[in-house]
């Protein structure tokens, strides 16, 4: 089932980064790359050491100690970028150098002020180069969303008879739809004559929201390598989310035939930690790790879930390391959700009582934006009291 296999390149000690305010330190970074080898990912890129002798050192201390992932370094292709994260790298167990150059028309004419002839030409001497290090070399045609498909096959195709041994095809600006963007990678697995000889990755950006959904269609069309960060953070509008993709596949193994090796009862926790770690809190409806992702505040969909989860959770919480789902009580809730919180609280009232309850908690909602457990005990002890007397 090797061949079914998504090898998961985590970029957030990289990629992650290049958010303002989100500089890591080397002590961070070593912290964050042994949860995500606990994690499972296959492919730790920690950084691009020719940037600061800062992030030099980051790379160097990461590849000391990890052990069973990869640690990649990033490259421009230039020689000196190239022996820089040689050496970066060197203590590695497993190291991959990334280095690669603009692929699309736009990047060509207006960041390099070249031609195509001169990228390939380009592209070629840089794998070369960084296969004097490392046997592992990952290239990145930047801005394959947009690069012109045949040039990109033969860009694609001159790496790989380079030394190549993974090809990364970036939607840069998140510009692709998913049929677009697995129709790339289709023609790529089916018109480049070396194709079989790497591995082709996806490394998407979500300036559209669509990164999750062009990744798993580039999977779908025989990607095997999907590059994300935790919480989806990144550049701009951020990554392609690594929670989102994994659970993706978790939940539609049996129609897509993949599979990962992420622990995913580890996805809350590192998600945590990179948002307390990087100063970036997760948006409460983020999918899978946000604090909503398993809160329930509708009547009805609480009603549904009280009586069997799954009518409303396709996942366990329990599965991506979530404390558990929660009932969420307010003016939207109905009778069910009331008297399952009561219950949790020690109150068994009958169905007339709930009734009674039900109307004064109305009124309590419609104060505040949501009825907290002080409330439920206030007004179950009220009535209590109330029928004592009585």
């Given amino acids: 089932m090797t061949d079914k296999k998504i090898f998961i390149f985590d970029t957030t000690l990289r990629d992650g980064e290049q958010v303002p305010g989100c500089k890591l330190n080397t002590k961070e970074k070593i912290q964050l790359a042994l949860q995500l080898e606990a994690l499972g990912v296959d492919i730790i890129e920690a950084g691009f050491p020719i940037s600061s002798p800062g992030d030099f050192t980051s790379v160097n201390e990461v590849a000391k100690i990890i052990k069973n992932a990869t640690v990649c370094g990033l490259t421009r292709a230039v020689q000196k970028d190239i022996e820089v994260a040689a050496e970066a790298l060197k203590p590695a167990a497993r190291p991959r150098i990334h280095t690669g150059i603009g692929s699309s028309d736009i990047h060509i004419k207006y960041k390099f002020n070249t031609t195509r002839e001169d990228i390939l030409e380009r592209a070629a001497k840089a794998t070369k180069w960084a296969k004097n290090f490392v046997d592992d070399v990952e290239f990145f045609a930047e801005d394959a969303g947009r690069a012109d498909i045949e040039f990109l096959a033969r860009l694609i195709e001159t790496v790989i008879a380079a030394g190549a041994t993974v090809v990364n095809i970036p939607d840069t600006t998140g510009y692709c739809l998913p049929h677009q963007y697995g129709e790339k990678i289709a023609y790529l697995y ?118 069997e989860s799954t009518t409303y959770e396709i996942m366990r919480p329990e599965e991506v390391g979530a404390a558990g789902s929660k009932i969420v009580l307010t003016a939207r809730s109905g009778r069910s959700a009331l008297a399952h919180r009561l219950r949790i609280l020690g109150y068994d009232f009958d169905r007339d009582a709930v009734d009674v309850l039900y109307q004064q908690f109305l009124q309590v909602a419609d104060s505040k934006k949501e009825v907290e457990d002080t409330d439920l005990v206030q007004l179950a002890e009220a009535y209590n009291k109330a029928a004592v007397t009585v």
């Avoid at 779908?220 to 919480?231: K, L, P, S």
């Avoid at 580890?266 to 398993?294: C, E, W, Y």
């Fill in 190 to 307: 089916n018109n480049v004559p070396n194709i079989d000889k790497a591995i082709i990755s996806c490394h998407c950006h979500n300036d559209l929201g669509l990164a999750t959904a062009n990744s798993i269609a580039g999977a779908i069309a025989g990607a095997r390598q999907i590059e994300c960060t935790i919480n989806g953070i990144g550049e701009r509008a951020g990554n392609t989310s690594l929670e989102e993709v994994v659970m993706v596949i978790k939940q539609h193994t049996a129609t897509l035939g993949l599979y990962t090796d992420v622990r995913t009862e580890m996805l809350n926790p590192i998600s945590q930690l990179v948002s307390d770690t990087m100063r970036v809190p997760v948006q409460p409806n983020k999918a899978v790790v946000g604090s909503n992702a398993f809160s329930h505040s509708s009547g009805i969909h609480q009603d549904g879930f009280l009586k």
